[in-house]
């Protein structure tokens, strides 16, 4: 059925890197923008990342720039995200999430699982 | 950075009526969606576009915005409606470009 599938997550280290993929399935995937988004234990949900179709357009929060690359191989029908100089305030269940497809659209129609991310020592 | 602001918790007895309520500096301008998170679940979509609702989503489920506040309202309460439930805009001149409230747990007694 149509699904998104995380992997990737685990224990790392403060500073370490770990590298988050979504597996796309019965969809035209190349057809819409993906996202990530957070929720770290007991907190609400947080937007880190988008990425259009076409993958030439990406946004980012502020808590995330400059660490985190968001990346997309739609030959693969798969998300990325590349996590680098992790803190311990990035543990959280990490979910990747289809924009829904209509221009204009600003939510998310399809989410994920999860996967769950624990920066610590 | 645009803020909404839930009530972090909303309890009703089965049968009757929850009211979640979703506030933002003139939210009513916005387009705003709600989703369902079940204990140990990814969120699920049920409002968009303010009150339209996915396939699958009952007609107990409703939303409503205006002014500075959005509702979601879930008429005859069942057991399995027992949640935290989020709103979500999008706001272009924030850092969170898709934006979540702080969330609201239902408790069905």
Sequence with gaps: ?121 | SYVLTQPPSVSVAPGETARITCGGNNIGSKSVQWYQQRPGQAPVLVIYYDRDRPSGIPERISGSNSGNTATLTISRVEAGDEADYYCQVWDSNSDHLYVFGTGTKVTVL
């Design chain 1, 1 to 121: 059925q149509v699904q998104l599938v995380e992997s990737g997550g685990g224990l790392v280290k403060p500073g370490g890197s770990l590298r988050l993929s979504c597996a796309a399935s019965k969809f035209t995937f190349r057809d819409y923008s993906m996202t990530w988004i957070r929720q770290a234990p007991g907190e609400g949900l947080e937007w880190i990342s988008s990425i259009r179709g076409d993958g030439d357009t990406i946004y980012y929060a502020d808590s995330v720039r400059g660490r985190f690359t968001i990346s997309r191989d739609n030959a693969k029908n798969s998300l990325y995200l590349q996590m680098n100089s992790l803190r311990a305030e990035d543990t959280a269940v990490y979910y990747c999430a289809r924009v829904a497809p209509r221009v204009g659209d600003r939510y998310f129609d399809l989410w994920g699982r999860g996967t769950l991310v624990t920066v610590s020592s």
